[in-house]
């Protein structure tokens, strides 16, 4: 008993250490970082499940989320639709490129033929029905026995067994009917052989110009869906309107005994729901400005009505008190898929769709809109000021936002040197801090392509003599020199102010393009750039990596033109990323470069020698192979990941060296039993001398930092596991000199 207790004693401290250590997941590990405010659809099954794009989530009766996404075994982050199987108690999971997951008791069962049949473009809705899922595809229905997880028949409907688009399928006692672009089909449940195209007759609609969007079989008749109308045909063909929007329907569900309609007023933006029973129609309004924005599916269930907002989420509306409440899992409020910036305190991002700043700290996303931040849309990018501590966001019209001590200020044409478009719009691009204080932004559609705000907030534009006007990403070098990509394929600009920002008279410019003699970039092409630790700078373009590593002397007679590294990978050696398109690069605390393409993600050496890691959307996490941006967490070494999926993250093996060792922390301390990941030591400075040795001084393991962080695998040099007490973690200083750091205290299971 006592073991158990010691046990249990040792797992309470491991747990509050993980909450102590920033919340960021074991070395090795990913995290996803979903938004799920965009929900796609609810259905009704053991619980309430919600789709979005790129994951879903459970709500249980006592508000409990479960989560399903890449990381707990989905195939694919794009959703299409999904639907429950009652007979075997499944969710019937279908995506963009028409894979198929089928979910049982957190378990995921892939179906993966329909990807290999190229006919079908899109997947446009699922009907469960006694262990079949019926989908409704551009060409047809395919039935999947989601028992056997494999596909038993196809239905081609037109004509001679031509392709036509099916929308929405549904049965009732007598009939099969499917929704198509060309009215609705149907044919008798007693028929054998529905995947011949003469088993079906065309039952209404034939010759409208409008498609028949959705069915669903109801007691009274079949509801049928036709423009914005909702038409009930009787059994005895008898065709009635059942109701007639003045607003756009988006979504509607027939569901215990009951219709809930969705619709959008497109003029006061305002959206409304309709709960009513077939016999009574619009029995209950319910309309809250400011709360549904663009209803995109909602469903009665046990006295509530669940209402998945496309840009607020779930919400469970009390039909009685007509009290809305939200019900949406911690994430940012929209999907971050560009800007992005890791410091030691927190992540900060923003959506180009959704207004504010969206923080992740201490594990949990804090979605920030007050003080100005809710008029905040189209944010291009993010930096932080070190010297004040400000962030910098800019925007695609509105010029540049300065967030300091909570407040927000816009700088645009009006109040800066910043130069705005024709339309009164005003674009900036980049924007990077010096050590001095400065704050420099681009400027989009003007050869005033870089400006400057001083701490006395004096700004300044500066023109560059090369007509360019599609001024990109900066980054600033060792000399304070600017450098800022294009757009359009004009190359890199370099930018040095001389001895004063305020005087052009000693302004030195400087254009790299492609070929020898110009620059040597590998192509004029730059998406991105990045300072590693020698002061190098490292250029991303559509055609691979170049690097400048003579920065001091560029603007010197002597020649300085970008070096293309070779890479080794297997046996075989070649140009750095010669047939990728690089669009973001990323320096660790080793000095390491990780590298966002438009097919995954790479970790190379910091020489650009070797690939250590190759991540995609088939062997990792990863929402999407199309990655924009990259920024690291200085302080856990953990790798955030941006795609045009959304935002992952990978805690990886190297943070930021300390100019001099410090406090010493390790993670996880104390190592539970059963624990098999890596140990990270990290407050270390560059390279740092690691032993672990017994309370004896009996040397277990010997290490070096990887930057500032070591890893240990609870192994002794013979690759055994150590017994479980207590051990010192020794390291030696920049002098030489060696000192107990800190302690471990290993509890291995019994």
């Not at 010493?664 to 560059?686: E, M």
Request: hydrophobic share 40%; glycine share 8%; aromatic share 10%.
């Amino acid at each position: 008993m006592l073991g158990i207790k010691r046990s249990l004693f040792f797992i309470g401290c491991w747990l509050l250490t993980i909450q102590a250590f920033t919340q960021a997941p074991p070395i090795g590990n990913w995290r996803v970082h979903h938004s799920y405010t965009a929900a796609l659809q609810v259905v009704q099954g053991d619980k309430i499940y919600t789709a979005t794009k790129e994951a879903i989530f459970s709500v249980n009766n006592t508000g409990g989320f479960e989560y399903f996404n890449k990381l707990t075994g989905l195939s694919e982050a794009s959703i299409a639709t999904i639907e429950w199987d009652r007979e075997t108690a499944q969710l019937v999971v279908a995506y963009t490129n028409n894979n198929i997951d089928v979910i049982k008791g957190g378990l995921v069962k892939n179906i993966y033929d329909l990807v290999r049949t190229s006919n079908i473009k899109t997947i446009n809705s699922i009907y469960c029905d006694k262990g079949m899922a019926y989908i409704a595809t551009n060409i047809g229905v395919v039935v999947i026995n989601v028992s056997k997880y494999e596909i038993k028949e196809s239905w081609i409907l037109g004509p001679n067994g031509s392709p036509i688009e099916v929308f929405s399928i549904t049965k009732d006692s007598n009939f099969w009917y499917t929704a198509t672009s060309t009215g609705i089909y149907k044919s008798p449940l007693s028929n054998t052989n529905l995947a011949d195209a003469k088993s079906w007759t065309i039952f209404y609609g034939a010759g409208m110009l409008a498609p028949i969007n959705k069915i669903s079989s109801a007691p009274t008749g079949l509801i049928v869906e036709k423009n914005d109308s909702l038409l009930l045909i009787q059994p005895n063909s008898t065709t009635t309107l059942f109701y007639k929007a003045s607003e756009q329907i988006k979504t509607w569900q027939f569901n215990e005994q009951k219709i809930t309609i969705g619709t959008t007023n497109l003029l006061t933006k305002r959206a409304f729901i309709y709960h009513s029973a077939i016999d009574n129609p619009n029995l209950l309004v319910f309309e809250q400005a400011g709360i549904l924005n663009h209803p995109s599916t909602c469903m009665f269930s046990n006295g509530s009505i669940w209402i998945g907002d496309s840009a607020s989420g779930l919400f469970k509306l009390d039909p009685t008190t007509k009290t809305f409440t939200s019900i949406v899992p911690s994430g940012p409020a929209g999907q971050i898929t560009t800007a992005l910036e890791a410091t030691s305190s927190n992540i900060i991002a923003a959506s180009n769709t959704k207004p504010g700043l969206f923080i992740l700290e201490n594990g949990k996303w804090l979605n920030q809109k007050q003080n100005g931040l809710d008029t905040l849309t189209g944010v291009q990018s993010i930096a932080t000021n070190n010297f004040d501590n400000s962030v910098w966001l800019t925007t695609a019209q509105k010029g540049v936002a300065q967030w300091h001590n909570n407040k927000l200020q816009i700088f645009n044409p009006q109040n800066s040197s910043l130069k705005g478009a024709a339309n009164n719009t005003c674009f900036t691009s980049g924007v990077a801090g010096d050590t001095k204080g400065n704050s420099w932004v681009s400027n989009l559609g003007t050869t005033i392509s870089l400006h400057v705000k001083q701490p006395d907030g004096k700004w300044t534009g500066f023109t560059n003599p090369f007509g360019v006007t599609d001024a990109g990403a900066l980054a600033i070098d060792e000399a304070s020199q600017i450098w800022c990509t294009t757009k359009n394929a004009n190359g890199l600009l370099v930018y040095n102010a001389g001895n004063s920002l305020t005087s052009s008279a000693d302004d030195k410019w400087k254009q790299y393009k492609a070929g020898a003699g110009l620059g040597n970039l590998p192509s004029n092409q730059v998406n991105c750039i990045a300072k590693d630790k020698n002061g190098f700078i490292w250029i991303g373009t559509d055609k691979g990596i170049g690097i400048i590593q003579c920065t001091e002397n560029i603007f010197t007679p002597t020649s300085c033109e970008a070096l293309l590294p070779v890479v080794q990978q297997d046996r075989f050696a070649g140009l750095l990323f010669k047939d990728e398109n690089v669009q973001t690069i990323a320096v660790d605390g080793a000095d390491r470069k990780w590298v966002g393409t438009k097919n995954g993600v790479w970790l190379i050496s910091a020489s650009g020698e070797k690939v250590i890691y190759r991540f995609s959307s088939s062997n990792s996490p990863l929402p999407g192979n199309d990655i924009s941006k990259i920024s690291i967490d200085p302080l856990t070494g953990e790798v955030f990941i941006a795609t045009n999926n959304g935002l992952c993250s990978f805690r990886s093996t190297a943070t930021e060296p300390v100019s001099a060792q410090q406090k010493v922390l390790v993670f996880p301390n104390p190592v539970p039993p059963g624990y098999n990941g890596s140990i990270a030591i990290r407050g270390l400075t560059t390279g740092a001398l690691v032993k672990i040795t017994n309370l004896y001084g009996a040397l277990i393991y010997q290490t070096r930092a990887i930057g500032g962080q070591a890893i240990w695998d609870g192994k002794n040099t013979n690759g055994t596991k150590v017994a479980s007490g207590v051990y010192l973690i020794i390291c030696r200083d920049d002098s030489g000199v060696e000192k107990i750091a800190t302690k471990i205290t290993i509890v291995q299971g019994r």
